[in-house]
């Protein structure tokens, strides 16, 4: 079996990267080792920039999100009590899209199913062959056999715990890594949202996230310590926690009920470099990983698959080598802009067992800062709404 580009991974990276690939004639196969159905179970992402938002309507996958996507103009930050307003189209003229990434990965799925694009789901033992040399190729478990298939390129798209990261040498490959000593609590369930806009809550109990999907689903979070099971954590337990970190006024509103999904995730910050390696390439979390609280992990995925795919179209279009050089450099710029907005959120706005006195007075500012200074919003919205592309 032959393809122009062999993509590890069906996700939003792997399955952006095909969709825009086939839509320019250039030939992908996609290997992904859970099903179809698992992919779509998996409840993560759910603020879209305006270049995600672009990119899938580019892709032929944005119609369902124009119909059925939330337009946000702003979201609140809470200090204990006090609500702030970060105004992102008064800041700097943008806005993003609430929309989940469950929607966005079963949008671009169906995109896929149109052009009749090759996707192989329940593929085990991914190996990764000669990615030095002019003729590298992939093999893989499945039904008891051993397959191959020879390409030009390979996209590492297979998330943090993939085999493709794996594959650049230790000599080669330099990590950084900061992890956070809590996760994050979400509950999904089927009630109104408490806000008409995100609130991302600062409180002596922790931090909170108030989010939604849609006019009849919310998505709630609080920050958890690492030891902490979902097994612990009754809906009324976690209902009643997050009302504590909620401003007393907005928790007046708050309307429970069962919750549908409850996970715990770890946070943390996550780089490697480079992200080529011979006719390897990586993309979103395989290369990459962001605490959520600035909500960039999907966008920046989406980010590196735009200057990817970009950089394979001009090589299949006119030869044009440049842009599959410069992409390691070109998409990093991004992400650790990106990295750094994250880390500084996360920062400002969690409860850390090490923190003194001096720390939360360091919290406090920044937050003042936000309340009081226009500058200072527009830095936010501008990395909240996205640094362009
Ligand atoms: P994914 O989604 O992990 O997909 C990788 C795919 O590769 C498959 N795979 C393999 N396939 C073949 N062979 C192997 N050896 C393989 N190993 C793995 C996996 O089964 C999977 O299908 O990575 P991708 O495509 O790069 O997408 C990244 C995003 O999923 C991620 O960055 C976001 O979900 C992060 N994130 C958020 N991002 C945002 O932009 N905005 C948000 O609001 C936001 N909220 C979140 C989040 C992530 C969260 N969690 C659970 C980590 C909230 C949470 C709670
Ligand atoms: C979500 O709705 O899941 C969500 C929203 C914003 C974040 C993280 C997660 O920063």
Avoid at 44 to 59: K, P
Avoid at 319 to 342: E, P, T, V
Avoid at 377 to 382: I, P, S, T, V
Wanted: hydrophobic letters at 35%; proline letters at 5%; glycine letters at 8%.
């Amino acid at each position: 079996m032959r393809t122009q580009v062999a993509i590890i991974g069906g996700g939003p990276s792997g399955l952006l990267l095909s969709q825009l690939l086939n839509k320019a004639g250039i030939e992908t196969v996609v290997l992904e080792r859970q099903s179809r159905e698992h992919v779509l179970s998996r409840i993560r992402a759910g603020v879209l920039e305006r270049g995600t938002v672009d990119l899938l309507n580019q892709a032929g996958a944005g119609d369902r999100m124009a119909r059925e996507g939330h337009p946000h103009h702003g979201c609140y930050l809470s200090s204990d009590q006090q609500m702030i307003r970060v105004d992102f189209q008064e800041a700097c003229g943008q806005t993003v899209m609430v929309y989940g990434q469950t929607e966005v990965t079963r949008d671009l799925y169906e995109a896929q199913d149109a052009l009749g694009a090759t996707h192989i789901h329940g593929v085990e033992n991914v190996v990764l062959h000669d990615l030095k040399t002019d003729s590298p190729y992939v093999t893989w478990d499945k039904d008891g056999q051993t397959h191959r298939l020879d390409t030009d390129f390979i996209a590492g798209c297979d998330g943090f715990h993939g085999v493709s990261r794996r594959s650049i040498p230790d000599d080669v490959r330099r990590e950084y890594e900061k992890v956070y000593p809590f996760g994050w609590l979400g509950v999904l369930s089927e009630t109104p949202p408490v806000c008409d806009e995100l609130i991302y809550a600062n409180h002596p109990r922790g931090f909170a996230l108030a989010s939604m999907r849609n006019p009849m689903l919310s998505r709630y979070y609080i920050q958890v310590p690492l030891t902490d099971k979902v097994e612990d954590w009754s809906d009324e337990a976690f209902w009643a926690e997050l009302k504590a970190r909620l401003p007393t006024g907005v928790a007046a509103n708050l309307v429970t009920g069962p919750s549908i999904e409850k996970s715990i995730a770890p946070l943390r910050s996550f780089v490697s470099e480079p992200l080529r390696w011979g006719a390897l390439f990586l993309c979103g979390d395989a290369a990459h990983i962001v605490p959520p609280t600035g909500a960039k992990g999907l966008n920046l995925a989406t980010s590196d698959v735009h200057y990817l795919s970009q950089a394979l179209l001009a090589y299949y279009g006119t030869n044009d080598s440049s842009g599959l050089d410069g992409y390691s450099h070109q998409a990093l710029a991004r992400i650790w802009k990106a990295m750094r907005f994250s880390w500084s959120v996360t920062t400002m706005m969690h409860r850390f067992p090490e923190h003194s006195d001096y720390d939360q007075q360091m919290q406090r500012v920044e937050l003042d800062m936000l309340a009081t200074d226009p500058t200072a919003r527009k830095l936010f919205a501008q990395n909240y709404t996205g640094v362009p592309l």
